[in-house]
């Protein structure tokens, strides 16, 4: 009877015998202890203690309809972060700050970019933070931050901004 070598690994070492092959472990991961805290709720991982009056938090998985205000269902956990956070810290006021790219008419833009914001503004009231607590406007292309020369500018441009307008706390 022939015998056949045994098979090699990439590194031209054999292999040892079936039965001297070992196992590799199990790992077993620890349940989490049932008493642990949650975690605070944050903006985009920005904890309330790092937030200044007047900062802008941009949301970046937020998706609309093509030049409409449709927020779309992908979008639903960023903005329930926002919530999140919101109802953590009853003591913090927002704005929603919508911004268009710099190509339509500025009439559109402002349209646009106003209603965006206040769809945003509506979704966070809707699940429970007072209106008193969230602003919005639209700033339509006066703010751009980039190109509007290229796809990737004009994206850039379209978008939705958290402002903190204050923090009483």
Do not use: M
Request: glycine residues 6%.
């Amino acid at each position: 009877p022939e015998v056949t070598p045994p098979p090699r690994r990439p590194d031209r070492t054999p292999l040892p015998p079936k039965e001297e092959r070992k196992t590799p472990p199990q790992v077993i991961e620890d349940a989490p202890p049932k008493n642990q805290p949650k975690p605070t709720p944050t903006i985009k991982g920005l904890e309330r203690g790092r937030l200044t009056t007047g900062q802008k938090i941009r949301l970046d998985r937020l998706y609309f309809q093509a030049d409409k205000a449709e927020i779309q269902t992908s979008s639903y956990s960023t903005l329930d972060e926002v919530y999140d956070f919101l109802r953590e810290n009853e003591d913090v006021t927002i704005e929603v700050g919508g911004h268009t790219n710099g190509i339509p008419e500025h009439w559109f833009c402002d349209s646009l970019s106003n209603l965006r914001a206040k769809a945003v503004a509506q979704y966070l009231v809707r699940k429970g933070i007072t209106s008193k607590r969230v602003q919005y406007k639209g700033y339509g292309k006066r703010q751009l931050i980039a190109s509007d020369k290229t796809p990737a500018g004009r994206k850039r441009n379209q978008r939705v901004e958290i402002k903190i307008l204050s923090i009483e706390g």
